[in-house]
């Protein structure tokens, strides 16, 4: 089955920490998203990646980093320079690099800081 | 600035027709998402618009208006599986998406 996961389902960190979220999809889709979504707000872009080896900030990149050695791969890393990193995650990836195209999503992580 | 608005919360009653809505001023438009999503889940796509007028999938349907800068979803014969929260958002002119807050529909019997 094609799709795309993220693991794990939920994360507790202490403050301080460092953590990595991942996502993998097997839709061989050229583009991967990242996005926060809090109570009451829209989905906020963090980073995004149209091809391997690059990748560029979204809207609220400080605080986060990402990879993306591997087509299938996008993992974000949340580091402790991100001051309220308790939010659910959620990762995308669409065939196309434009807008214009439908994003996948996985089923999310939610980030617990402690 | 960049704003899309829809309804935080609606109600609507098994079995009857509710519609979203969704007005969004941005720089440039390249078309309008829905896109479903169930407490603790992921986001699943339900229409795209780009032209003006109304597209229907089965019991949903989405309909556009450029020149208003709006657009609303139209979900017929409700059911309690319905119960989700309808996210609109937009392709700027970057074809970058802009998202709404999303707006909460609760059904009841």
């Known amino acids: 089955d094609g799709g795309i996961t993220q693991s794990p389902k939920y994360l507790f960190r202490k403050e301080g920490q460092n953590v990595t979220l991942s996502c993998e999809q097997n839709l061989n889709h050229d583009a991967m998203y990242w996005y926060r979504q809090d109570p009451g707000q829209g989905l906020r872009l963090i980073y995004y990646?149209?091809?391997?080896?690059?990748?560029q900030k979204g809207d609220i990149a400080e605080g986060y980093s990402v990879s993306r050695e591997k087509k299938e791969s996008f993992p974000l890393t949340v580091t402790s320079a991100q001051k309220n990193p308790t939010a659910f995650y959620l990762c995308?990836?669409?065939?196309?690099?434009?807008?214009?195209?439908?994003?996948?999503f996985g089923p999310g992580t939610r980030l617990t800081v402690l | 600035g960049q704003n899309i608005d829809q309804p935080t919360e609606m109600t609507a009653t098994e079995g009857a027709i509710v519609q979203i809505n969704c007005t969004y001023q941005t720089s440039g438009f390249n078309g309008l998402f829905w896109y479903q999503q169930h407490a603790g889940e992921a986001p699943t796509f339900l229409s795209y618009?780009?032209l003006d007028g109304l597209e229907e999938k089965g019991r949903f349907s989405s309909f556009l208006s450029r020149s208003k800068g709006y657009s609303y979803l139209l979900l017929k014969e409700l059911q309690m599986k319905d119960s989700a929260s309808y996210l609109c958002?937009?392709?700027?002119?970057?074809?970058?998406?802009?998202w709404g807050a999303g707006t909460k529909l609760i059904i009841k019997p």
């Open positions: 995308a990836s669409s065939i196309g690099t434009s807008g214009s195209d439908e994003q996948f």
């Open positions: 958002a937009v392709v700027d002119s970057n074809y970058q998406l802009i």
């Open positions: 618009n780009v």
């Open positions: 990646s149209q091809i391997v080896n690059d990748f």
